[in-house]
Nanobody, 124 residues
Framework: QLQLVESGGGLVQPGGSLRLSCAAS????????IGWFRQAPGKEREGVSC????????YYADSVKGRFTISRDNAKNTVYLQMNSLKPEDTAVYYC?????????????????WGQGTQVTVSS
């Protein structure tokens, strides 16, 4: 069974940075694309960034372009999300997941095997 574990969240002031990690357990990430998603209270889960299995293709939501960077280290079986210039509107629980079908888009409906999430709070 695919298991993903997110970590790295926390409380940070506006303008600050955090690096989230998504570690795989029980399987090798090498063959999987990975997506980062977030869900704020009362809102739907939204795609933040996705990366192909090779790392050669990435997607960013418009709201995070130029501030967030997704990367992967297959040797460590981990995918990262570097978040800079954080804003209060970035506050949410962040999740990672793998696609459930080929030809996926960076949409929550196209992903599964969700981790438990990590809370990111941006506040002064």
């Amino acid at each position: 069974q695919l298991q993903l574990v997110e970590s790295g969240g926390g409380l940070v002031q506006p303008g600050g940075s955090l690096r989230l990690s998504c570690a795989a357990s029980g399987f090798t990430l090498d063959y999987y694309a990975i997506g980062w998603f977030r869900q704020a209270p009362g809102k739907e889960r939204e795609g933040v960034s996705c990366i192909s299995s090779s790392g050669g293709s990435t997607y960013y939501a418009d709201s995070v372009k130029g501030r967030f960077t997704i990367s992967r280290d297959n040797a460590k079986n981990t995918v990262y999300l570097q978040m800079n210039s954080l804003k209060p509107e970035d506050t949410a629980v962040y999740y990672c997941a793998v696609p459930t079908r080929s030809g996926y888009h960076c949409l929550a409906s196209d992903f599964g095997s969700w981790g438990q999430g990590t809370q990111v709070t941006v506040s002064s």
